[in-house]
T-cell receptor
Framework: AQSVTQLGSHVSVSEGALVLLRCNYS??????LFWYVQYPNQGLQLLLK??????LVKGINGFEAEFKKSETSFHLTKPSAHMSDAAEYFC??????????FGQGTRLTINP | DAGVIQSPRHEVTEMGQEVTLRCKPI?????LFWYRQTMMRGLELLIY????????DSGMPEDRFSAKMPNASFSTLKIQPSEPRDSAVYFC????????????????FGEGSRLTVL
């Protein structure tokens, strides 16, 4: 069965610094991959998605992710962190079936 | 267009009471999902429907949980009787079937129903 592993349950960066959130997937065939963001007391919002088109995917709020089949990774990056980026981030995978399987989440803290 | 609407946003109840959570999916979406979020277990898929028919309920924790979707615009998740370990945030999400064009199956989430069972 497909799954995702997010490395690091908590990441802390300074404002203006690079954000890197790691996600590795397990799938026997090319999957659909997603990053979602959850702000406090809210539902999840889609940041970006990989659907086997371009391997570098650009999302909202300056985030992007690169699909690397050789590494089975789909890490999320942003060149310069902003205070408003503080939230919890979830990587998710789906293959075949419509349902998404989510990782455990990474809480991003931005230090002033 | 309105997003996924869930009610109530907050529910506090006592152990043994029945709890009903409600969800209105985005109009036109043909998939509906119920997820539960806790600190310990993260996001767990409980059940999902396609065209109002339950497809996979393997995530429903036990017989105390039941879900229905009587029509395309309404679903309920019921817990009877409730227990303190059911305390969590319950999310409803909807999506369009993955297919040609832009429909890639991404989920659109409601804001969640926070349940506290005392």
């Amino acid at each position: 069965a497909q799954s995702v592993t997010q490395l690091g349950s908590h990441v802390s960066v300074s404002e203006g610094a690079l954000v890197l959130l790691r996600c590795n997937y397990s799938s026997s065939v090319p999957p659909y991959l997603f990053w979602y963001v959850q702000y406090p007391n809210q539902g999840l919002q889609l940041l970006l998605k990989y659907t086997s088109a371009a391997t570098l995917v650009k999302g909202i709020n300056g985030f992007e992710a690169e699909f690397k089949k050789s590494e089975t990774s789909f890490h999320l990056t942003k060149p310069s962190a902003h205070m408003s980026d503080a939230a919890e981030y979830f990587c998710a995978v789906s293959k075949g079936a419509q349902k998404l399987v989510f990782g455990q989440g990474t809480r991003l803290t931005i230090n002033p | 267009d309105a997003g996924v609407i869930q009610s109530p946003r907050h529910e506090v109840t006592e152990m043994g009471q029945e709890v009903t959570l409600r969800c209105k999916p985005i109009s036109g979406h043909d998939y509906l999902f119920w997820y539960r979020q806790t600190m310990m277990r993260g996001l767990e898929l409980l059940i999902y429907f396609n065209n109002n028919v339950p497809i996979d309920d393997s995530g429903m924790p036990e017989d105390r949980f039941s879900a229905k979707m009587p029509n395309a615009s309404f679903s309920t998740l019921k817990i009877q009787p409730s227990e303190p370990r059911d305390s969590a945030v319950y999310f409803c999400a909807s999506s369009l079937a993955r297919g040609q064009g832009v429909n890639t199956g991404e989920l659109f989430f409601g804001e969640g129903s926070r349940l506290t069972v005392l």
